[in-house]
């Protein structure tokens, strides 16, 4: 959702700039100009953290999130999905409890909007300032006095730069400027020819020749790429402003590092005589210019007579300064992640994968189906991308709720009967008392959320996490986490988990296992025996979500399976009971 993404965006931009503001402010003096202007590469990487996968850094277990919608254990709007969901398959009941979530599509697409336009307004400011350049360009003529040119070579060999620059004059700039990342220009303001001198022209060829060296015509392009990315957030503006101004104070130490100590002075008033002979200073964000506002002169003169020959600062001091700002900025990788985890996905690499097209089966629905085949050890997947994404595992995840609560003895194989409250529940299945093979099999969600409340929070916590369940999130409430809510797994998850629960590689008790293999069994025919659990999500009444997982157990063989669609009103877990059935057939499994 673009909302999410900007949401994180304010809070990366805002963080980042206020912790090298801060830095800026209080370890400044510890820096010489050079490394405080290198400080804002740091702005930089985090800006750049929202758009890199977050799979390279996730840490979104350690933190938690309240989604933004409410949930209710039973709402007016609730769903039945087909009692008896097809012959011979009759021990299972596809219920489901519709939750009540926030539509907040307009909202996402009015931000989007918005964002949009001002993106459209700062590149047509961008597009007005190329065309202002072209025109430079275009109407300049030839530089021609060779004295000059012969000591602009001199300052190039200085700096060691070989590659041809263009000096141009221009009655269009009030101000020597330099632009161009393919051919570079050299702009002279040919108004202030008549004051101009070798010494002068040494200085500005040597300014904006350092500019050239230092890759700062790409760093313009670099920050007014980012502005426009975050123009929304006017500490970016301000960040940006004061790179500009360290970048022009690191250049003028750099050319004051070129010259003798009598020249220092004249350096600063060759600067100071732009300011006072410009009629204003252009405003050209693609271009770098020895001119600014006075507000910038100022400080850069100041910089310019505290400056003393070969005094240096502490490196050690420098590298502490830089260590402890990539550490302060890298605590918002947690974040970023926990904030990602709406869409989350499970990276899955397995060289053997057949990967299938089913889409024959899965008529005006998206989704996903994953096969493991036990003996072959190999899986076929239909839909790579969408069998990799985690979406809410609804009441497949009662299976673990029930084998968490054994283990936990919170009930026990001979004894998981719960009483039945007395209060009403949309379906009569659900009105009596239930032990764990009843509730699996007609999905009765006030059992196991008296379970899941039984085990306490941070033992079911803890037991997802053991077992790498999807995102392990819980965090959308002990009732309701499991409902279209926070935790969230992928098909290929979910089949590896039948494998390991089904082979018994979780290290819990065989009786406990075996417990829930029995309420998960649904029928047999001459040659195999299908066992498994449905789940639908459904939201605002409406059926978004259905699952189907288990396994076929054959005389030589064992395939586990998972089946997921999605649709706007009637994916459930008959439809994807339907369209497992169908396949498996197909494949000649069952």
Known sequence: MFLTHFIIGILVSSFSVTVILLIRKWFGRQLTAKWHYHLWIFLFIALTLPFIPTRLYNFGFLFSREYMYQTTAVSPNTEKNGTNMMQGLHLIQDFSVSVNQTDLTLLNMG????????????????????????RIKNYSSTFSNQEVLVLFEECKKRLQIKKSIKIVISKRVQS????????????????????????????????????????DLLTNYLMLFYQSIYWFNPLVWLAFREMRLDREIACDISVLHLLDDNSFN??????????????????????????????????????????????????????????????????????????????????FNNDGTIYEDLHQFFNGYEGSFVLYDSSAKQYRIYNDEKSTLRVSPDSTYKIYSALFALESNVISPEESTLSWDGTEYPYDAWNMDQDVASALQKSVNWYFQELDRRKGFETIQSNLQDINYGNSNVSGGLDEFWNESSLKISPVEQVQLLQAFYNNQLGYKEMNIQAVKDALYLEKNEEARLSGKT????????????????????????????????????????????????ILKDLGIY
């Open 111 to 134: 931000v989007m909007g918005l964002w949009i336009l001002g993106l459209l307004l700062f590149t047509f400011t961008m597009v007005r300032g190329w065309i202002t350049l072209r």
């Open 176 to 215: 020597p400027m330099i632009f161009g990342l393919f051919q570079t220009y050299i702009v002279l303001p040919s108004q202030h020819e008549n004051w101009i001198n070798l010494k002068h022209y040494e200085h500005i060829f040597l300014h904006e020749l350092n500019h050239y060296k230092n890759k």
């Open 266 to 347: 004249e350096y600063g008033n060759t600067i100071i005589n732009f300011v006072d002979l410009s009629k204003r200073s252009s405003k050209l964000p693609l271009v770098t210019q020895i001119n600014g506002t006075k507000s910038q002169i100022k400080k850069r003169i100041e910089q310019i007579a505290a400056y003393k020959p070969g005094a240096k600062k502490s490196i050690r001091k420098s590298v502490f300064i830089y260590v402890l700002a990539s550490i302060i900025l890298t605590v918002q990788l947690p974040v970023i992640s926990a904030f990602s985890t709406e869409n989350d996905r499970y990276y």
């Open 535 to 582: 789940g639908t999500g459904t939201v605002n009444g409406k059926n978004i979500n259905g699952w189907f997982i288990g396994y076929v157990e054959t005389k030589n063989n064992t395939y586990f399976f998972a089946t997921n669609i999605q649709n706007e009103d009637v994916a459930s877990g008959s439809k994807a009971i339907e369209i497992t059935l169908s």
